[in-house]
């Protein structure tokens, strides 16, 4: 069974950069594909804003965040990264890192994704 756990969130300013890591414990990571997610404050759904697939070959990102936010991968210590850099007030939320073994192309949609971590806050104030 996999498991993920997020972390690196925190307050930042306008501007400003995070990175977030998405670790994993359980068998055969570099088989599943991985996407961030984020639920803003008062919103219902989950946006998906990046995904990277289980080699690291292939990367999709939203457009709210293309250009702004990377994505990689270290399948050897089960770790994902998403750097995100001139962050924005509207980049407030909970993130979230998700996995699945066999996907659509390059999905970024939440029902598609079986394994979730539980979040890390992102907030984005001067």
């Known amino acids: 069974q996999l498991q993920l756990v997020e972390s690196g969130g925190g307050k930042v300013q306008p501007g400003g950069s995070l990175r977030l890591s998405c670790t994993a414990s359980?068998?055969?990571?570099?088989?599943?594909?991985i996407g961030w997610f984020r639920q803003a404050p008062g919103k219902e759904e989950r946006e998906g804003i990046s995904?990277?697939?289980?080699?690291?070959?292939?990367?999709n990102f939203a457009d709210s965040v293309k250009g702004r936010f990377t994505i990689s991968r270290d399948n050897a210590e089960k770790r994902v990264y998403l750097q995100m850099n001139s962050l924005k007030p509207e980049d407030t939320a909970v993130y979230y890192c998700?996995?699945?073994?066999?996907?659509?192309?390059?999905?970024?949609?939440?029902?598609?994704?079986?394994?979730w971590g539980q979040g890390t806050q992102v907030t984005v104030s001067s």
């Open positions: 359980g068998p055969i990571f570099d088989h599943y594909h």
């Open positions: 995904y990277i697939s289980s080699s690291g070959a292939y990367t």
């Open positions: 998700a996995a699945e073994y066999g996907l659509g192309y390059r999905s970024m949609i939440p029902s598609e994704y079986a394994y």
